[in-house]
Protein backbone atom coordinates (compact mmCIF):
# COMPACT_ATOMS: atom_id res chain seq x y z
CA UNK A 1 0.00 0.00 0.00
CA UNK A 2 1.21 3.35 -0.66
CA UNK A 3 2.20 4.97 2.23
CA UNK A 4 3.55 8.58 3.71
CA UNK A 5 4.19 8.53 7.34
CA UNK A 6 5.51 12.12 8.99
CA UNK A 7 6.93 12.08 12.79
CA UNK A 8 6.62 13.99 14.81
CA UNK A 9 2.80 14.75 14.64
CA UNK A 10 3.91 17.83 15.96
CA UNK A 11 7.03 19.86 17.64
CA UNK A 12 7.19 23.06 20.26
CA UNK A 13 10.61 24.23 20.33
CA UNK A 14 11.97 27.97 21.00
CA UNK A 15 13.04 30.87 18.39
CA UNK A 16 16.04 30.61 16.76
CA UNK A 17 16.77 26.50 17.09
CA UNK A 18 17.15 24.11 15.11
CA UNK A 19 14.56 21.51 14.18
CA UNK A 20 14.28 18.37 11.98
CA UNK A 21 11.45 16.87 10.47
CA UNK A 22 10.78 13.12 9.05
CA UNK A 23 8.76 11.62 6.43
CA UNK A 24 9.02 8.08 5.20
CA UNK A 25 7.27 6.63 2.45
CA UNK A 26 6.16 3.55 0.71
CA UNK A 27 5.85 4.34 -2.24
CA UNK A 28 5.65 2.48 -5.92
CA UNK A 29 6.95 3.22 -8.52
CA UNK A 30 8.71 6.69 -6.67
CA UNK A 31 8.60 10.21 -8.99
CA UNK A 32 9.70 12.71 -6.68
CA UNK A 33 9.53 14.11 -2.84
CA UNK A 34 8.20 17.69 -2.11
CA UNK A 35 7.70 19.41 0.89
CA UNK A 36 5.21 21.97 1.56
CA UNK A 37 4.78 24.61 4.17
CA UNK A 38 0.78 25.24 5.22
CA UNK A 39 0.04 28.34 7.34
CA UNK A 40 -3.32 28.25 9.39
CA UNK A 41 -5.91 29.05 7.15
CA UNK A 42 -3.96 28.92 3.86
CA UNK A 43 -3.30 27.00 0.87
CA UNK A 44 0.05 24.94 1.23
CA UNK A 45 2.78 26.30 -0.72
CA UNK A 46 6.26 24.09 -2.00
CA UNK A 47 9.80 24.33 -0.75
CA UNK A 48 11.35 21.63 -1.81
CA UNK A 49 10.94 19.23 -4.74
CA UNK A 50 13.66 16.12 -5.28
CA UNK A 51 14.00 13.51 -7.46
CA UNK A 52 15.55 10.24 -6.88
CA UNK A 53 19.07 10.97 -8.15
CA UNK A 54 18.62 14.13 -5.39
CA UNK A 55 20.35 13.78 -2.14
CA UNK A 56 19.58 17.33 -0.55
CA UNK A 57 18.21 20.75 -1.38
CA UNK A 58 17.77 23.86 0.06
CA UNK A 59 15.24 26.48 0.51
CA UNK A 60 16.70 29.43 2.38
CA UNK A 61 16.93 28.35 6.19
CA UNK A 62 14.76 25.20 4.98
CA UNK A 63 17.18 22.04 3.88
CA UNK A 64 15.42 18.28 2.48
CA UNK A 65 17.61 15.83 2.23
CA UNK A 66 16.26 12.08 0.03
CA UNK A 67 17.45 8.95 0.64
CA UNK A 68 15.83 6.65 -1.91
CA UNK A 69 17.54 3.37 -0.65
CA UNK A 70 15.46 3.73 2.86
CA UNK A 71 12.76 5.57 1.56
CA UNK A 72 13.47 8.39 4.16
CA UNK A 73 13.61 12.20 3.64
CA UNK A 74 13.80 15.16 6.37
CA UNK A 75 13.33 18.71 6.08
CA UNK A 76 15.92 20.78 8.73
CA UNK A 77 14.78 23.92 9.37
CA UNK A 78 17.88 26.48 10.53
CA UNK A 79 17.51 29.23 12.96
CA UNK A 80 13.82 28.89 13.59
CA UNK A 81 11.54 32.05 13.32
CA UNK A 82 8.02 32.71 14.61
CA UNK A 83 6.65 32.86 11.28
CA UNK A 84 7.61 29.36 10.83
CA UNK A 85 5.05 28.23 12.96
CA UNK A 86 2.66 25.76 10.07
CA UNK A 87 2.01 22.55 9.62
CA UNK A 88 4.77 20.86 6.99
CA UNK A 89 3.46 18.35 4.33
CA UNK A 90 5.07 15.59 3.21
CA UNK A 91 4.35 14.78 -0.57
CA UNK A 92 5.31 11.70 -2.97
CA UNK A 93 4.39 11.71 -6.50
CA UNK A 94 3.72 8.24 -7.73
CA UNK A 95 5.14 7.59 -11.51
CA UNK A 96 2.79 6.73 -13.56
CA UNK A 97 3.82 8.38 -16.64
CA UNK A 98 2.71 11.80 -16.70
CA UNK A 99 -0.67 12.39 -14.41
CA UNK A 100 -0.53 14.60 -11.27
CA UNK A 101 -3.15 12.70 -9.66
CA UNK A 102 -0.87 10.33 -8.33
CA UNK A 103 -0.13 12.50 -4.85
CA UNK A 104 0.45 10.73 -1.39
CA UNK A 105 0.15 13.25 1.15
CA UNK A 106 1.64 12.89 4.49
CA UNK A 107 -0.52 14.10 7.62
CA UNK A 108 1.64 16.65 8.15
CA UNK A 109 3.90 17.89 11.19
CA UNK A 110 2.58 20.84 13.08
CA UNK A 111 5.07 22.61 14.55
CA UNK A 112 4.74 25.26 16.59
CA UNK A 113 7.77 28.30 17.48
CA UNK A 114 7.71 30.28 20.73
CA UNK A 115 9.77 33.17 21.47
CA UNK B 1 0.17 36.75 -1.83
CA UNK B 2 -0.39 33.34 -3.66
CA UNK B 3 -0.67 33.70 -7.44
CA UNK B 4 -3.88 30.95 -7.51
CA UNK B 5 -6.79 33.52 -6.43
CA UNK B 6 -9.91 31.96 -4.96
CA UNK B 7 -13.25 33.55 -4.15
CA UNK B 8 -14.91 33.67 -1.84
CA UNK B 9 -12.58 33.32 1.07
CA UNK B 10 -15.89 31.89 3.37
CA UNK B 11 -18.87 30.50 2.37
CA UNK B 12 -22.05 29.31 4.32
CA UNK B 13 -24.44 27.77 2.91
CA UNK B 14 -28.05 25.51 3.62
CA UNK B 15 -27.95 21.91 2.53
CA UNK B 16 -30.19 23.27 -0.36
CA UNK B 17 -28.76 25.90 -1.73
CA UNK B 18 -26.58 26.20 -4.94
CA UNK B 19 -23.49 28.13 -5.12
CA UNK B 20 -20.36 28.07 -7.11
CA UNK B 21 -16.59 28.32 -6.07
CA UNK B 22 -14.21 30.13 -8.67
CA UNK B 23 -10.15 29.68 -9.41
CA UNK B 24 -8.37 31.87 -11.28
CA UNK B 25 -5.06 31.54 -12.20
CA UNK B 26 -2.76 33.83 -14.95
CA UNK B 27 0.24 32.05 -14.31
CA UNK B 28 -0.30 30.05 -17.96
CA UNK B 29 -0.80 27.23 -16.12
CA UNK B 30 -2.72 24.15 -17.85
CA UNK B 31 -3.61 21.69 -15.31
CA UNK B 32 -5.65 22.66 -12.14
CA UNK B 33 -7.32 20.96 -8.91
CA UNK B 34 -9.44 21.36 -7.05
CA UNK B 35 -8.75 19.43 -3.02
CA UNK B 36 -10.87 19.08 -0.01
CA UNK B 37 -9.44 19.40 3.24
CA UNK B 38 -10.42 18.73 6.51
CA UNK B 39 -9.32 20.28 9.78
CA UNK B 40 -6.04 18.63 10.55
CA UNK B 41 -5.99 16.43 7.98
CA UNK B 42 -3.63 16.70 4.20
CA UNK B 43 -5.81 17.63 1.24
CA UNK B 44 -7.47 15.15 -0.77
CA UNK B 45 -7.68 15.10 -4.41
CA UNK B 46 -11.10 15.66 -5.67
CA UNK B 47 -10.98 16.75 -9.80
CA UNK B 48 -7.90 17.60 -12.14
CA UNK B 49 -8.00 19.44 -15.08
CA UNK B 50 -5.17 19.27 -17.88
CA UNK B 51 -5.77 21.15 -21.06
CA UNK B 52 -9.36 22.24 -20.07
CA UNK B 53 -10.23 18.46 -20.14
CA UNK B 54 -11.87 16.82 -16.89
CA UNK B 55 -8.55 13.89 -16.46
CA UNK B 56 -9.13 12.84 -13.04
CA UNK B 57 -12.09 12.53 -11.05
CA UNK B 58 -11.41 11.23 -8.17
CA UNK B 59 -14.92 9.35 -7.50
CA UNK B 60 -16.56 12.88 -6.32
CA UNK B 61 -20.42 12.39 -5.41
CA UNK B 62 -22.63 14.11 -7.80
CA UNK B 63 -23.19 17.15 -5.51
CA UNK B 64 -20.00 18.44 -6.79
CA UNK B 65 -19.52 19.53 -10.17
CA UNK B 66 -16.20 21.15 -11.34
CA UNK B 67 -16.37 23.28 -14.83
CA UNK B 68 -13.60 24.70 -16.75
CA UNK B 69 -14.55 27.58 -19.19
CA UNK B 70 -10.74 28.49 -20.18
CA UNK B 71 -7.50 27.51 -19.24
CA UNK B 72 -7.09 30.07 -16.41
CA UNK B 73 -10.54 29.38 -14.65
CA UNK B 74 -11.68 26.71 -12.66
CA UNK B 75 -14.78 26.89 -11.01
CA UNK B 76 -16.83 23.50 -8.47
CA UNK B 77 -20.29 23.97 -8.49
CA UNK B 78 -22.39 23.11 -5.26
CA UNK B 79 -25.12 21.67 -4.78
CA UNK B 80 -27.90 19.96 -1.82
CA UNK B 81 -24.40 19.51 0.15
CA UNK B 82 -24.60 17.75 3.12
CA UNK B 83 -22.56 18.62 6.56
CA UNK B 84 -19.63 16.20 6.02
CA UNK B 85 -19.09 18.87 2.71
CA UNK B 86 -17.96 21.30 5.23
CA UNK B 87 -14.55 21.73 4.51
CA UNK B 88 -11.14 23.88 3.33
CA UNK B 89 -11.30 23.86 -0.54
CA UNK B 90 -8.32 24.67 -1.89
CA UNK B 91 -7.35 25.22 -5.66
CA UNK B 92 -4.21 24.13 -7.32
CA UNK B 93 -2.60 25.04 -10.89
CA UNK B 94 0.99 23.88 -12.33
CA UNK B 95 2.44 24.14 -15.81
CA UNK B 96 1.09 21.10 -17.16
CA UNK B 97 0.09 17.80 -15.80
CA UNK B 98 3.19 16.49 -15.98
CA UNK B 99 4.80 14.49 -12.78
CA UNK B 100 7.50 16.61 -11.67
CA UNK B 101 5.69 20.05 -11.99
CA UNK B 102 5.14 21.82 -8.64
CA UNK B 103 1.30 22.72 -7.94
CA UNK B 104 0.85 26.16 -7.03
CA UNK B 105 -2.27 26.30 -4.06
CA UNK B 106 -4.83 29.42 -3.57
CA UNK B 107 -5.59 29.70 0.08
CA UNK B 108 -8.86 28.16 -0.20
CA UNK B 109 -12.31 28.80 0.54
CA UNK B 110 -13.82 27.90 3.95
CA UNK B 111 -17.39 26.50 3.40
CA UNK B 112 -19.54 25.30 5.91
CA UNK B 113 -22.87 23.78 5.56
CA UNK B 114 -25.61 24.53 7.64
Known amino acids: KNQVEQSPQSLIILEGKNCTLQCNYTVSPFSNLRWYKQDTGRGPVSLTI?????NTKSNGRYTATLDADTKQSSLHITASQLSDSASYICVVSLNYGGSQGNLIFGKGTKLSVKP | DTEVTQTPKHLVMGMTNKKSLKCEQHMGHRAMYWYKQKAKKPPELMFVYSYEKLSINESVPSRFSPECPNSSLLNLHLHALQPEDSALYLC?????????????FGDGTRLSIL
Open chain 1, 50 to 54: MTFSE
Open chain 2, 92 to 104: ASSQDGGWGRPQH
